[in-house]
């Protein structure tokens, strides 16, 4: 009996297995209309609650969603305009930062063959400081973020739908399950957690653009807007976020001001990314969030190969969805412990 049992469970085990790679293979073949969708879901949970206070205060719904929706579109159109200008701005000053990337790397070279009386090819040393890969890495991030704009407008009508359905659908989710769903406390507190983490993390985020972009302008160091704007946007990439963020601007501060300014600009990102990543934010996301570090790790690189860079910015709210549905099933409550952060034992 044993033995049956054993067996049932392994190929239990290998079924689940097999689904669980052949979804991830499907949301990966498919990424290009789920991801749109995804993000339109969670700035849709964003929106929600100041439709709904707007509702309460008498708003007629279509005025409401006009009001929300405006907003929603300003915000992304500002967003789009600085990023468009400043790429292109970029684009036309990248020569010239060529030319005094390779000037320094030329300096460093004669530097080493005079001071240490080190030969040093030219061609090997320019192999491992290739001027081109720097600039175009810089380059490939920036036209990476414009990327990001390029559904705008489909995930905005998706917004828009996804609203309309708001009030209704606890109504429909109770009609469709009937007894089989006596309360919808599952999916009241994934709504409020992922609406507690997205707004810690807006609020963190946003500190960190305004700090990081109003140090750059002290420092002189060109499109200040843009590497703010960078540094909001990628803080949502949990641990590595802003360290990519910091990348840019380092380059560009070496490039236009040389190695002090690049010094204090890497000093800056520092400074503002410790003080709000491992002081003010550790002490409300632990609560917010609910997942070990490790977890928040795995998922970034998870999220972020299965649905590209915006996988990477929803992977903590993607795994607090699947934390939470494991949570609801005794047979998989196992699961979302390992998940969790919570290290405590409760009482049955």
């Given at each position: 009996?044993?033995?049956?049992?054993?067996?049932?469970?392994?190929?239990?085990?290998?079924?689940?297995?097999?689904?669980?790679?052949?979804v991830?293979?499907?949301?990966?073949?498919?990424?290009?209309?789920?991801?749109?969708?995804?993000l339109?879901?969670?700035?849709?949970?964003?929106?929600?609650?100041?439709?709904?206070?707007?509702?309460?205060?008498?708003?007629?719904t279509?005025?409401?969603?006009l009001?929300?929706?405006?907003?929603?579109?300003?915000?992304?159109?500002?967003?789009?305009?600085?990023?468009?200008?400043?790429?292109?701005d970029?684009?036309?000053?990248?020569?010239?930062?060529?030319?005094?990337?390779?000037?320094?790397?030329?300096?460093?070279?004669?530097?080493?063959?005079?001071?240490?009386n080190?030969?040093?090819?030219?061609d090997?040393?320019?192999?491992?400081?290739?001027?081109?890969?720097?600039m175009?890495?810089?380059?490939?991030?920036?036209?990476?973020?414009?990327?990001?704009?390029?559904?705008?407008?489909?995930?905005?009508?998706?917004?828009?739908?996804?609203?309309?359905?708001?009030?209704?659908?606890?109504?429909k989710?109770r009609?469709?399950?009937?007894?089989?769903?006596?309360?919808?406390?599952?999916?009241?507190?994934?709504?409020?957690?992922?609406?507690r983490?997205?707004?810690?993390?807006?609020?963190?985020?946003?500190a960190?653009?305004?700090?990081?972009?109003?140090?750059?302008?002290?420092?002189?160091?060109?499109?200040?807007?843009?590497?703010?704007?960078?540094?909001?946007?990628?803080?949502?990439?949990?641990?590595?976020?802003?360290?990519?963020?910091?990348?840019?601007?380092?380059?560009?501060?070496?490039?236009?001001?040389?190695?002090?300014?690049?010094l204090?600009t890497?000093?800056?990102?520092l400074?503002?990314?410790?003080?709000?990543?491992?002081?003010?934010?550790?002490?409300?996301m632990?609560?917010?969030?609910?997942?070990?570090?490790?977890?928040?790790?795995?998922?970034?690189?998870?999220?972020?190969?299965?649905?590209?860079p915006?996988?990477?910015?929803?992977?903590?709210?993607?795994?607090m969805?699947?934390?939470?549905?494991?949570?609801?099933?005794a047979?998989?409550?196992?699961?979302?412990?390992?998940?969790?952060?919570?290290?405590?034992e409760?009482?049955?």
């Amino acid at each position: 009996m044993g033995t049956i049992d054993t067996r049932t469970n392994a190929f239990r085990v290998l079924i689940v297995a097999a689904a669980f790679v052949i979804v991830v293979a499907g949301m990966r073949a498919a990424a290009s209309l789920v991801v749109p969708f995804l993000l339109a879901a969670f700035i849709a949970i964003i929106c929600a609650p100041p439709l709904l206070w707007l509702k309460s205060k008498r708003f007629p719904t279509w005025l409401a969603l006009l009001v929300i929706i405006l907003g929603v579109a300003c915000i992304g159109g500002l967003v789009a305009l600085v990023i468009g200008d400043s790429i292109a701005d970029f684009r036309t000053n990248l020569p010239y930062y060529q030319t005094r990337l390779q000037g320094q790397v030329t300096a460093v070279q004669l530097w080493i063959e005079s001071s240490l009386n080190i030969s040093v090819s030219t061609d090997t040393f320019g192999s491992y400081f290739d001027v081109g890969s720097i600039m175009g890495l810089v380059t490939g991030m920036l036209s990476g973020l414009g990327g990001m704009l390029t559904n705008g407008f489909m995930i905005l009508l998706t917004v828009i739908f996804m609203l309309f359905e708001t009030s209704a659908f606890p109504a429909k989710i109770r009609l469709a399950f009937g007894e089989r769903i006596r309360d919808l406390s599952a999916l009241d507190r994934f709504m409020r957690t992922v609406k507690r983490y997205m707004a810690i993390k807006s609020l963190t985020s946003l500190a960190t653009g305004i700090m990081v972009g109003v140090w750059l302008a002290i420092l002189g160091v060109d499109f200040p807007i843009l590497w703010g704007l960078l540094a909001f946007l990628l803080n949502f990439v949990p641990n590595i976020g802003s360290i990519i963020a910091a990348v840019p601007a380092v380059i560009l501060a070496l490039v236009q001001l040389g190695v002090g300014p690049c010094l204090l600009t890497a000093l800056g990102y520092l400074v503002v990314n410790n003080v709000i990543g491992t002081i003010i934010e550790p002490r409300f996301m632990g609560r917010g969030v609910g997942l070990s570090t490790l977890v928040v790790f795995v998922s970034l690189v998870f999220w972020g190969w299965v649905l590209g860079p915006i996988g990477m910015f929803l992977s903590v709210p993607l795994t607090m969805t699947v934390k939470i549905a494991l949570e609801n099933d005794a047979n998989s409550r196992w699961l979302s412990v390992l998940l969790g952060s919570d290290t405590t034992e409760k009482s049955a």
